[in-house]
Nanobody, 124 residues
Framework: QVQLVESGGGLVQAGGSLRLSCAAS????????MGWFRQAPGKEREFVAA????????KYADSVKGRFTISRDNPKNTVSLQMNSLKPEDTAVYYC?????????????????WGQGTQVTVSS
């Protein structure tokens, strides 16, 4: 089992920045591909970003490319999502996800473990 705990959400004005963090426990962190997803009210959960076990491969949704950066610190068992130039449409609950895989999944169904989510609200 893997436990994931997100932090860093909050309220920010459009154009501002936030940094989300996810702390993992319960399994060797370096064996896990990690991802971030988000879900806005009335919408399906959508892929935001993912990073490979080593951190050498990253993937992003087109909607956040160039604005968000995913990174991981394996010795500290954490993955982060730096979000810049935030827009009101980025408002959602953001979830951290993990999967024991050499691949870098981009769909929610491929992930085995999920955090409880953290709210990000961007005001216009």
């Amino acid at each position: 089992q893997v436990q994931l705990v997100e932090s860093g959400g909050g309220l920010v004005q459009a154009g501002g920045s936030l940094r989300l963090s996810c702390a993992a426990s319960g399994r060797t962190f370096g064996s896990l591909a990690m991802g971030w997803f988000r879900q806005a009210p009335g919408k399906e959960r959508e892929f935001v970003a993912a990073v490979s076990r080593s951190g050498g491969v990253t993937k992003y949704a087109d909607s956040v490319k160039g604005r968000f950066t995913i990174s991981r610190d394996n010795p500290k068992n954490t993955v982060s999502l730096q979000m810049n130039s935030l827009k009101p449409e980025d408002t959602a609950v953001y979830y951290c996800a993990a999967r024991g895989s050499i691949m870098v999944p981009t769909t929610a169904g491929e992930y085995e473990y999920w955090g409880q989510g953290t709210q990000v609200t961007v005001s216009s």
